[in-house]
């Protein structure tokens, strides 16, 4: 085994250019005689375009061009596309309105892009953009509440009545069959708060067009670049994909905001080869928080059937969700098979029924933000599972308990098939970690402080991994999920390793070269991890879903098993040996039974010079390729216990405790698998605590357009977390991984609303759970102002 191997702390490999400001962000690209971009971005949520005056613009200092949707439609572009088809309830598919690299005839939300203007600097192309006159005709702004109203202004004519799409889920007559027969319901109405991703890199963009060889490159903060080639090459028109070549470089975080295809590096590649010059644009914080998608946006009634001893026989929701102005690449299937599917949560649930409203509004368009769906269904199931514990008189754990999934494989009634868990083993150590025990004393102690002490559960599960391309295809999704990973053995014995996954802070460089470690016995300094440039990389689907471990990770490892099965054979020959004789250990080939051994460089160069082994029977080289496809997706699970105290004379909420037991399969680095950990609890509490996107419902203007208005969650918000693993290994995945880059995000939100409204006696408060609400609600309930 490796000292850098599997299940090793292994420090991240790639801080150590990051911390030294050595890593090459796109902004830190600059290419000859380039040109910087400004875009013109319409102040009106919701307008017609009359008219684009460019005169004046045109004229100013340094500006070489300034380009419009009129100039988009000349040269042939189509607009962007959504790449998950979902269909209503009657069959018909979803009315997906135009969404165009520059709006031409009307715009539909602030900060929709109307002109592109470049200059030879970027303050000379600000100082231009401020000169394009646009003459508005403004029109009704539309939001949530009042998209599907009679009466309420049309986003785009191809949606009637804003309905993108009424999708369903699952068996209604059983639901009402099991609800006629219940002992006991429960109903609650929730929202899920519009996010801002905010991630610490703005997104960028350079195109850079080559006259001579008739090739672009484009480089971009992108997720996954082979996806916004295909995208902007098969449907967009930018340039044949064999001529047009994308990298993402280091990218300073992403969190699914960086997935998709949006009209700024698209505009940017194709306006490099109209002006025949480099085009540069990076985003500034404000055109960040206006023009990246943005996240979650649900309002939803749920309602629960129990029995009379509390067991679930039945769970209905109707949910309206916010897609925002057009339809953004993944966004129809966050609210629909990413939510829908997750509503069974840990339990046994035999009949659930889901109704969602895909709506669109004039805001930024909605997409996967992390977790992308399931916060959304476990901020639902959670909820509504704590609410029927307190009304029915259970102990939330216990009633949990009750209602676990115990054996596997399990059926839901929602499509998800679990292969694996233990949730008992999870519910278990977080009471134990937590202390639950000890939590009547502590919130006796606070009282006598006059707090208000509370404590809240979240059993969570989610789908990731990615996932079978059979079976998202069959669910609309327009690409396969499978992953790519190519190993090059230099004759040194030096291993690159070729990866579709991108890395933008997970830890791939470190992560991934601990299993080639693990398999070769090399020392992680002799093995490269390359991803994130088509040019290099063959093909990849990108990073989201927390896919990276379970499918990027077993590609690399069933090339790995062809390096190796090659490299054996080489040995083999070498050694005079059966080739089943001949075992790979700690970085040696040994004959078993013997005392003959090569070491790993001394066969990789065999390989290469040819010597000693039949070439007519194996090749030379040492260079093997593997697309992997997974059988299931996988499913992490656990429990967060959060506990909170409250001063009620402020509504100031401290989270005095928090435990997070997670099950992850099997772990590569734990040390980067608790930094996931913290990251995501940190989002995931930001929301119920903190954040919010908050648009005018008259004018459609972002009220919260700054971090001035947009609170981020800062260091000293947050104890010290605590965190277990009890794992149960994947079947469906070589390695037996699960993935954790969303656990956080997703289990945590409603731990933390039930440790609230635990404290405070009530049903529900809205997330963000600002003081100025917690106060107000206090207010307004019996709740004790202080003991």
């Given at each position: ?37 400004v875009f013109v971005r319409s102040p009106h949520a919701h307008a017609l375009i009359r008219s684009i005056d460019l005169e004046e613009a045109n004229a100013a200092p340094g500006v070489v061009a300034i380009l419009t949707g009129k100039d988009v439609a000349e040269d042939g572009l189509a607009g962007l596309i959504c790449g998950w ?125 080559d006259a001579g060889r008739d090739e672009y490159t484009l480089w971009t903060t992108s997720q996954n670049p082979h996806v916004a080639r295909l995208v902007l090459s098969a449907f967009v028109g930018v340039a044949p994909e064999h001529k047009l070549r994308v990298i993402a470089p280091d990218v300073g975080g992403g969190f699914g ?531």
């Open positions: 085994m490796s000292e850098w191997g599997i299940g090793k702390p292994v420090r991240r490999r790639e801080d150590d250019r990051f911390i030294r400001g050595r890593g090459q962000y796109t902004d830190d690209i600059n290419r000859p005689n380039q040109t910087h971009a088809t979902v269909h209503s309830k009657d069959g018909s598919e979803m009315k997906a309105g135009g969404h165009p690299i520059l709006a031409a005839e009307k715009v539909r939300y602030v900060g929709d892009h109307v002109a592109l203007v470049l200059a030879e600097t970027k303050a000379q192309a600000l100082a231009a953009a401020d000169l394009v006159l646009v003459d508005y005709e403004p029109l009704p702004a539309v939001s949530l509440k009042n998209s599907t109203e009679p009466g309420s202004a049309q986003v785009h004519e191809e949606a009637p009545g804003n309905l993108c799409f009424e999708w369903e889920l699952g068996d209604k007559a059983a639901t009402e069959d099991a609800f006629s027969k219940a002992a006991r319901t429960v109903s609650i109405d929730l929202a899920n708060n519009r996010l801002v991703p905010n991630a610490m890199e703005p997104r960028a963009a350079i195109g850079d067009y905001s960086k997935i998709f295809i949006y009209p700024e590096e698209t505009a940017c590649a194709w306006a490099s080869k109209k002006i025949g010059r480099p085009v540069k644009w990076t985003a500034d914080r404000s055109e960040a928080f206006l023009a990246d998608a943005h996240g979650r946006d649900h309002l939803s009634h749920a309602e629960l059937a129990l029995d009379e001893d509390g067991k679930f026989l039945g769970l209905k929701v109707k949910t309206k969700a916010n897609l925002g102005a057009y339809l953004s690449t993944f966004s129809a299937a966050v609210p629909t098979y990413l939510y829908g599917t997750l509503l069974s949560g840990q339990y046994d649930i035999p009949a659930i029924y889901v109704e969602v409203d895909g709506v669109y509004t004039t805001t930024s368009p909605v997409d996967a933000y992390r977790g992308a769906g399931r916060p959304e269904a476990t901020y639902i199931v959670e909820r509504i599972v704590e609410t029927a514990a307190r009304e029915n008189g259970f102990d939330p754990a216990e009633m949990r308990r009750m209602n676990f999934v115990k054996t596997f494989p399990h059926q839901t009634p929602v499509i998800m098939n679990y292969d694996i868990g233990d949730f008992e083993a999870s519910l278990d150590k977080a009471l134990e970690v937590a202390d639950y025990e000890g939590f009547p004393d502590r919130k006796e102690e606070a009282a006598k402080r006059g707090k208000l002490r509370g404590i809240g559960f979240s059993t969570y599960i989610e789908a990731c991994g990615i996932a079978p391309s059979a079976a998202v295809g069959s669910l609309g999704a327009g690409v396969g999920l499978w992953e790519s990973a190519e190993v090059q053995v230099a004759p040194t014995g030096k291993i690159e390793v070729f990866t579709g996954s991108h890395s933008h802070g997970q830890g791939h460089e470190t992560t991934f070269a601990q299993l080639v470690s693990e398999r070769t016995g090399l020392p992680l300094e002799d093995i490269e991890i390359i991803h994130g440039d088509t040019g290099r990389v063959q093909f990849g689907m990108g990073t989201y879903g927390s896919r990276s471990g379970a499918v990027g990770m077993s590609a690399i490892f069933k090339a790995i098993d062809k390096v190796e099965a090659k490299a054996r054979k080489i040995a083999a020959q070498l050694m005079e040996a059966a080739e089943d004789d001949v075992v790979l250990e700690n970085g040696a080939f040994t004959v078993k039974g013997t005392d003959k051994s090569l070491n790993w460089p001394e066969v990789t160069l065999a390989a290469y010079t040819g010597h000693g082994f039949d070439t007519a029977e194996i090749e030379p080289g040492l260079k093997e390729s593997a697309f992997y496809d997974p059988l299931n997706f996988t499913f992490p699970a656990g429990c967060h216990i959060c506990e909170v105290e409250i001063d009620p004379e402020t509504g100031v909420t401290e989270i005095v405790n928090f435990t997070a037991i997670d099950d992850f399969g099997t772990i590569i680095n734990p040390m980067i698998v608790e930094g996931q950990v913290h990251g995501g609890l940190v989002q995931g509490i930001g929301q119920a605590l903190y954040e919010h996107g908050i648009y005018d419902e008259e004018s459609g203007q972002l009220m919260t357009g700054s971090f001035m208005d947009y609170c981020m969650p800062r260091a000293d918000n947050f104890p010290g977390f605590k965190l277990g693993f009890t794992p149960t290994v994947c079947p469906s995945n070589p390695m037996g991984m699960k993935g954790c880059g969303e656990a956080g995000a997703i289990g945590s939100p409603p731990a933390v609303i039930n440790a609230i409204t635990d404290a405070l006696g009530i049903k529900d408060i809205p997330m963000p759970a600002t003081p100025a609400r917690v106060w107000a609600a206090i207010q307004n309930s019996a709740t004790p102002k202080a003991a």
